[in-house]
């Protein structure tokens, strides 16, 4: 249990489904992230929000749209999707003030586009 | 370009030692992580590196040399759960995270 919590774990869907994953982080952090993982790939920054405010947005495709509507909470919206956004789907937050700024991540959101 | 390499697999013997090696090339450094990531679940962090030398925590061990850009996890006591991909990733001169693809740890009895 690392405090940060991803629904659902596992999704499929087709192309031009519309679904959303859920974080939530029990942590008391300000910052959140969404990280794409891919299999044999370094971990890919999708998303980052300071304090509900988004702070990067890593050239991500406008079919994935992040929401933050308090800093315990972060979506990712989720239409016509590609079968290359297959893959794991990690949210990840960090107090990032006063000590290493490591990240906790939840346990990720399987996602499947068929 | 920015650039983080570690070895994609490796294999060890329980109750055996491993040595997994990073290698960075960044625009800066502010720190080094290492994380550890079992299959199906999240990362965890296991340790971090900013100045020189070894840092040791139980059987877990992370040294770094800055001049080389270098850093290594020594793993010692080698036990079945050890089995996992270990993530390094490097803190750059912006504060932004740059990750390796990860090192599967394969233990055999």
């Known amino acids: 249990e690392t405090g940060v919590t991803q629904t659902p774990r596992h999704l499929v869907m087709g192309m031009t489904n519309k679904k959303s994953l859920k974080c939530e982080q029990h942590?008391?952090?300000?910052?959140m992230y969404w990280y794409k993982q891919s299999a044999k790939k370094p971990l890919e920054l999708m998303f980052v929000?300071?304090?509900?405010?988004?702070?990067e947005n890593n050239s991500v495709p406008s079919r994935f749209s992040p929401e933050c509507p308090n800093s315990s909470h972060l979506f990712l919206h989720l239409h016509t999707l590609q079968p290359e956004d297959s893959a794991l789907y990690l949210c990840?937050?960090?107090?990032?003030?006063?000590?290493?700024?490591?990240?906790?991540f939840g346990e990720g959101s399987r996602l499947t586009v068929l | 370009g920015q650039n983080i390499d570690q070895p994609t697999e490796m294999t060890a013997t329980e109750g055996a030692i491993v040595q997994i090696n990073c290698t960075y090339q960044?625009?800066?450094?502010?720190?080094l992580f290492w994380y550890q990531q079992h299959a199906g679940e999240a990362p965890t962090f296991l340790s971090y590196?900013?100045l020189d030398g070894l840092e040791e925590k139980g059987r877990f061990s992370s040294f770094l040399s800055r001049s080389k850009g270098y850093s290594y996890l020594l793993l010692k006591e080698l036990q079945m759960k050890d089995s996992a991909s270990y993530l390094c990733?490097?803190?750059?001169?912006?504060?932004?995270?740059?990750w390796g693809a990860g090192t599967k740890l394969i233990i055999k009895p």
């Open positions: 990733a490097v803190r750059d001169g912006n504060y932004q995270l740059i």
């Open positions: 929000y300071n304090f509900k405010e988004q702070t």
């Open positions: 990840a937050s960090s107090s990032g003030t006063g000590d290493t700024g490591e990240l906790f």
């Open positions: 942590l008391g952090h300000n910052a």
């Open positions: 960044t625009s800066g450094f502010n720190g």
């Open positions: 590196n900013v």
